[in-house]
């Protein structure tokens, strides 16, 4: 069985110390294809470094995270511009809105948002949106981008059903993750309703660590405890969830 997680952290300080055992976990548990995503200017270095060391293995997004956004997001945005004009990127992301933690800079959220999409649609790349109690102005942003040449996954989706069918509206998958696994996840309640063909695997590794790791450090060899809970909720085999959500990963990210 081939298993993608198509959104984690690898580079993170988190895996310094195992780094090169972790990623052997992860292709022994047969994930193989990981897809990283980009936080600001401070993440680029590490993340060439890991796709210089497993070229096979590990495909890099380009973007501004939304909680990164603040007084010099402009210059952010130039390095985002320049990456992606001089280097191989399979994505734009990852990029959105948060008002989880802070609302002072949500208009500055939304124009680097719809910035990004745009550069998306000049690369013919797919984005990857990270949403956390601001599905409305995510939204907003996407009403105003829709159609051709916007498409991507929304990752670790948390919305209810009539959001569901709004994301999939705009041309997104759903990244289901770690909080599938939680007992107030909630979102295994419907997920069965969904067909599989809009869904993707991720980790977010370090963060949300399925159940039974919650509270732990989260990583890529995790991905096919996530697929045995969708297993579950789809009832059908372990390797019938690889497959479709591998295949999804390759119609999005192109390889």
Not at 38 to 48: E, L, R
Not at 127 to 148: M, S
Not at 158 to 187: C, H, P, W
């Amino acid at each position: 069985m081939i298993f993608t997680d198509t959104h984690t952290h690898i580079y993170s300080e988190e895996f310094a110390a195992d780094s090169d055992a972790m990623m052997q976990r992860a292709f022994n548990a047969g994930v193989t294809r990981l897809f990283v995503p980009s936080i600001d200017s401070s993440s680029t270095a590490a993340m060439y470094a890991l796709e210089k060391q497993y070229p096979e293995n590990v495909f890099l997004m380009m973007g501004l995270h939304p909680t990164y956004v603040k007084e010099n997001y402009k210059q952010e945005l130039e390095h985002v511009e320049q990456q992606l004009a001089t280097h191989k990127f399979y994505a734009v992301g990852e990029i959105g809105v948060d008002l989880y933690w802070d609302k002072t800079y949500l208009k500055q959220q939304q124009k680097a948002f719809k910035h990004q999409i745009q550069l998306a649609k000049k690369y013919k790349l797919p984005i990857n949106i990270h949403c956390r109690d601001a599905f409305d102005e995510t939204f907003e942003v996407l009403e105003d981008e829709k159609g051709e040449g916007l498409f991507g996954i929304f990752h670790c989706f948390s919305g209810d059903f009539e959001q569901v069918q709004r994301a999939i509206s705009y041309g997104m998958k759903l990244g289901i993750g770690g909080v599938a696994t939680f007992k107030n996840g909630k979102i295994d309640q419907f997920l069965n309703e969904i067909d599989l063909q809009h869904i993707v695997l991720e980790t977010d590794a370090p963060y949300l660590a399925p159940v039974p790791y919650r509270g732990k450090r989260n990583e890529s060899a995790y991905i096919p405890v996530i697929a045995q809970k969708l297993a579950d909720i789809y009832n059908v085999s372990l390797e019938e969830i690889a497959s479709i959500t591998t295949a999804n990963s390759k119609n999005v990210y192109g390889i």
